[in-house]
């Protein structure tokens, strides 16, 4: 599991860490029933707070990615699909903001947007 902590970034560091590992749960990298690393051996390996993975992962438990099997670990939880999918369409409805929020200061009009998403669907 890759996770890389930008000093840079505007969030806070156990959002960078929730965000990514649901990335990539999303992006099937983690697969349900994976294993996580242990709290204590994240903050090692990130040099970082164990607090601060803490938050992490259970804010990712909270949101239904991850299970804490007391003595045994953090898991990747069963997919529920409808969950699965849901976070998806908020990810694209996020990007289509962005892009509705670069193309107005530039004059594009909704029918132009339209095209350019087409041209890009296409390929």
């Known amino acids: 599991m890759d ?4 000093n840079s970034s505007t969030s806070p ?5 929730s ?3 649901k990335d990539q749960i999303l992006q099937g990298e983690l697969k ?9 051996m994240l903050a090692k390996e990130l ?7 803490k938050r992490a992962y259970e804010d990712l438990e909270k949101d239904g990615f991850l299970e804490t099997v007391p003595g045994k670990g953090c898991f990747v939880s069963e ?8 976070e998806q369409l ?8 962005e892009a509705v929020n670069a193309a107005i200061p530039c004059g594009l009009g909704l029918e132009e947007l339209k095209e350019m998403l087409e041209a890009v669907w296409e390929g």
Do not use: C, H, W
């Open 3 to 6: 996770i890389i902590i930008s």
């Open 13 to 17: 560091i156990y959002e960078q860490i």
């Open 19 to 21: 965000r990514q590992i």
């Open 32 to 40: 349900a029933g994976d294993a996580l690393p242990s709290m204590r």
């Open 47 to 53: 040099r970082i707070s164990l607090i601060t993975t």
């Open 79 to 86: 997919k529920n699909m409808e969950f699965l999918r849901e």
């Open 90 to 97: 908020r990810q694209v409805e996020a990007r289509l903001q």
